[in-house]
């Protein structure tokens, strides 16, 4: 590649408002698999420099025709994906006619057909590949949308209100759609399909009347209830909790198999991954369940926060994304276990997310410079940008927090916005100044923090230092305003009430500076701390807890978030501690029968228990060390596995036995499911006959939660049952795609030296299909993912696995290519021989003829 035709990269400080409005849009699409008509009327009103031609951006367009208010024109040019009209007049009907082929489109980005239907996908900058247009989100216009279609295509779908259909003059036949609120193009949907339906109705809280329909494959209806109930829970909650109601007459989901990512809020009209919407007791696991239910929320309360107030610019990503997340974080905390899900959340924040922080693709919440938009949707802009909504939550309170989101939306109803006019509207409906934590939003990279603590029995005082570091990678950060939770506990585990400079404090301390001492009178005894209590941050904590004080929190914290925190610290000091002495690889006693009481005892939220008793994954290991040491990870992690399991063999099986399942989906039945599941993870490593007995059981339930809990429990511990039972789960559900990925995950996750040979052999099974992303990633990205021993393979078998998948994606779909290729990423973090092998790879894809941009960016930046 030249550098002149390198990918050009944007910049959020070159940011210039648009030269013209589009106040109105009328489409009509003439539905053809590889030749769709696409007619465009713009209604135009310059508003920017009287001289400014009209830039439209398009990609994969056939130009047919082009008129200013009825005149064909060729005062335009066409360069690479723009077009440029000049002398337009200051307002006008603009026309055009262009062609496309849905059914070549297998970017799944744009108008494509697949799995039988028309469907659109337009976030971030898809809605070029259907028309020339201002595709930018601050360019707000209503929609008329007319869809001609053959009538194989029952169902012709846009956003807003149906206001017409009929047949055609040749047998064809025609929906019409109206969507009065302005949005921007990313918003625009369209499907034309032939679903089964199922119908449902909310009423707001205003009295007024919703249709809800839920649009799936013919045959998936017994799947529909979930996801019908969830949507409707996200109605009432958003009512409740922000005052939020729900705008037009109808609300529609329609779920396809072919989809890049999870779902798409597009005004009226979700459209979802299947593997997002379908679920029923013998097919989905509680975990699909409660994802489902979180996704649905997401995009539903999307309804507001990105759509009713949208993004001025693409590097505004956050401010509709993590203000999202961390709703739809609270919707499932609200309605579930908060410290379950605060758990979730956290796990992904410390492995993807602060691996994502140190590594090449580094950048603030709010990115600085982007080459291609849609790799900017992370767990950066995401996970940590929901974060910084709940620090902020946590620095107002909910109230004021509340008082913040009204006035926003009194602010900014109908507006396309920034971060900053979030944050004003937040600090003026509260008075608290944030102008220090708007650093949040322009420093890449994890804080970390040390804490120093010290207790001076003479005088009853206890102190905290806390030390803010810039990340390794940042070193120029300046300090951030940090929400610092703690509790303080004493001998007996109760909870002390804190003074600070003669006055009760609640338990949040604000950290502003570099180095800061916190001293609490009144301490009558040396106190157990527990420091950053819920994650209040997200940062990095360095902390010297020995395992007497970790076991104390483990046991009596009142946070169970930070009870589960300690106890991975446990695991973690373990494993670093083994490292160094290499002999006798050994959990402690004290941790051992600090699980034992746990599972005797069973006391409290038995999936809690499920979660304290499992050890941290390799990725959050590894994100312990500076050169990742994978053989020692994988070695010492299942010794200490080996060891729970033998150790607490009688009380697992005990455990396993006691608890009854009644096959429902309430909270407690989950929590069994998964404490029951955990107990067969043991089990299996024990290789007993007893075990062999509880999986073959379980694999045989009607519920696919114990099924898949007791084939993954085989997998994992390569056990003698494994074949017999991936073989049966085969036959069973060949005729169910999502479940079979659930299956292809299983054989990707098998550790047997022929991994690889088996994995290439699973390319021909009829299920798999390298056009359907899910497909894709069920079987090479679980292997890339959890695999650890056979995709870090010292002869570099596995990475070249997945350096030839990504050379055939590059062509397919970039969007899934360059999401499968973020193993990669840290390729410096691995020793020499590991690290090599993963450039290679890079290497080789770097010279690819035709490289994507998606993939250029991130290659790029990962071997700079
Ligand atoms: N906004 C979409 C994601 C679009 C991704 C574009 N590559 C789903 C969501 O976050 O709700
Ligand atoms: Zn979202």
Not at 377 to 406: C, P, S
Not at 475 to 491: G, R, T
């Amino acid at each position: 590649m030249t550098e002149s035709n390198k990918p050009q990269a944007q910049y959020l400080k070159d940011y210039k408002a648009p030269d013209f409005l589009i106040n109105h849009t009328e489409l009509t699409f003439d539905l053809l698999p590889l030749s769709t008509k696409v007619s465009a009327l713009l209604t135009l009103t310059r508003v920017g420099d009287k001289k400014a031609p009209l830039v439209l951006d398009g990609i994969d367009l056939r130009l047919l025709s082009l008129s200013v208010d009825a005149v064909d024109i060729t005062d335009y040019e066409i360069i690479g994906e723009q077009l440029i009209i000049n002398n337009l007049p200051d307002s006008c009907r603009l026309s055009i006619v262009t062609e496309i082929s849905p059914e070549t489109n297998t970017s799944l980005e744009g108008l494509y057909l697949s799995g039988g239907a028309y469907c659109t996908q337009c976030e971030a900058q898809g809605f070029r590949k259907i028309t020339y247009y201002m595709d930018r989100p601050d360019v707000l216009s209503t929609f008329d949308v007319t869809i001609i279609a053959d009538k194989k295509y029952p169902q012709l779908l846009s956003n807003g209100n149906q206001i017409d259909s009929g047949e055609t003059q040749n047998g064809r036949h025609f929906t019409k759609w109206q969507d009065p609120f302005k949005k921007p193009s990313y918003l625009f949907a369209l499907v034309a399909g032939d679903f089964d339906v199922l119908k449902d109705s909310y009423v707001t809280q205003s009295g007024r009347d919703v249709e809800l329909a839920l649009f799936v494959d013919k045959g998936n209806l017994s799947k529909t209830p979930h996801a019908m109930t969830s949507l409707k829970k996200a109605m009432q909650w958003d009512e409740a909790r922000f005052n939020l109601e729900y705008d037009l007459d109808i609300y529609m989901i329609v779920a396809v198999d072919f989809f890049n990512m999870g779902a798409m809020e597009n005004k009226g009209l979700n459209i979802f991954n299947s593997k997002c919407v379908l679920a029923n007791q013998e097919t989905a696991t509680d975990k699909d369940y409660h994802t489902i239910e979180s996704i649905v929320g997401h995009e539903y309360f999307h309804n507001w926060t990105g759509n009713r107030v949208t993004c001025r610019d693409w590097f505004q990503l956050s401010l509709k994304e993590g203000l999202t997340v961390f709703r739809d974080q609270e919707f499932s905390s609200d309605l579930g276990s908060r410290a379950l899900n605060r758990i979730d959340a956290v796990k992904v924040m410390r492995t993807h997310q602060f691996s994502e922080d140190a590594g090449p693709m580094a950048h603030p919440i709010r990115p600085e410079k982007v080459i291609e938009m849609n790799n900017f949707y992370t767990v950066t802009v995401y996970d940590k940008g929901a974060e910084v909504i709940r620090m902020m939550h946590t620095l107002l309170g909910e109230q004021n927090f509340q008082k913040g989101m009204t006035l926003y939306f009194e602010r900014h109803d109908g507006q396309a916005v920034t971060c900053d006019d979030f944050l004003s509207a937040m600090s003026d409906a509260s008075g608290i100044n944030l102008a220090q934590f708007k650093r949040w939003y322009n420093q890449a990279g994890t804080p970390r923090l040390n804490a120093l603590q010290s207790f001076d029995k003479d005088s009853n005082t206890y102190s905290l230092t806390v030390e803010q570091l810039a990340p390794l990678n940042q070193p120029n950060n300046e300090p951030l305003h940090i929400p610092f939770a703690i509790e303080l506990l004493d001998a007996n585990g109760h909870s002390i009430a804190l003074e600070y400079q003669g006055k009760k404090i609640v338990h949040v301390l604000n950290v502003t500076q570099s180095t800061q001492t916190f001293n609490f009178d009144n301490i009558s005894s040396k106190p157990v701390a527990v420091l950053l209590e819920d994650f209040s941050a997200p940062c990095i904590l360095n902390q010297q807890t020995d395992e007497h004080a970790l076991l104390h929190i483990m046991r009596f914290a009142r946070s169970d978030f930070s009870r589960w925190d300690a106890q991975q610290q446990l695991f973690i000091n373990a494993v670093k501690a083994n490292i160094k002495s290499a002999e006798s690889i050994a959990l402690s006693d004290e941790i051992i029968n600090a699980l034992r009481v746990l599972v005797v005892n069973q006391q409290g939220d038995l999936a809690l228990i499920a979660e304290l008793l499992k050890l941290p994954s390799f990725d959050t290991l590894a994100g312990e060390f500076e050169v990742i040491p994978v053989d020692e990870i994988i070695k010492i992690t299942q010794q200490f596995e080996k060891q729970i399991a033998d150790s607490l063999c009688s009380e697992f099986i005990q455990c396993f036995e006691s608890l009854f399942d009644d096959g429902s989906v309430s909270a407690n039945a989950v929590a069994i499911r998964s404490l029951k599941q955990l107990c067969l993870h043991y089990l299996a490593k024990t290789q007993s006959i007893q075990a062999a007995g509880f999986i073959k059981d379980a694999a045989s339930s009607s519920n696919m939660t114990n099924v898949l809990g007791a084939l993954s429990a085989a997998v994992k511990a390569s056990h003698e049952v494994c074949d017999e039972l991936l073989n049966h789960f085969d036959s069973q559900w060949r005729h169910d795609v999502l479940v079979m990925d659930k299956w292809f995950a299983l054989q990707a996750m098998q550790t047997s030296e022929n991994a690889i040979e088996n994995i290439k052999a699973l390319y021909e099974h009829p299920c798999f299909d390298f056009s359907n992303p899910n497909r894709v990633r069920a079987l090479v990205g679980s292997f890339s993912h959890f695999n650890t021993p056979q995709f870090h393979r010292a002869d570099g078998q596995g990475y070249s696995l997945l350096g030839d998948l990504l050379i055939k994606l590059n062509a397919i779909n970039p969007q899934n290519a360059s999401r499968m290729l973020t193993p990669f990423m840290s390729w410096k973090r691995y020793d020499k021989v590991r690290s090599r092998a993963m450039k290679q790879q890079l290497e080789r894809i770097a010279a690819l003829d035709g490289l994507s941009d998606d993939l250029f960016e991130k290659v790029e930046k990962a071997l700079a």
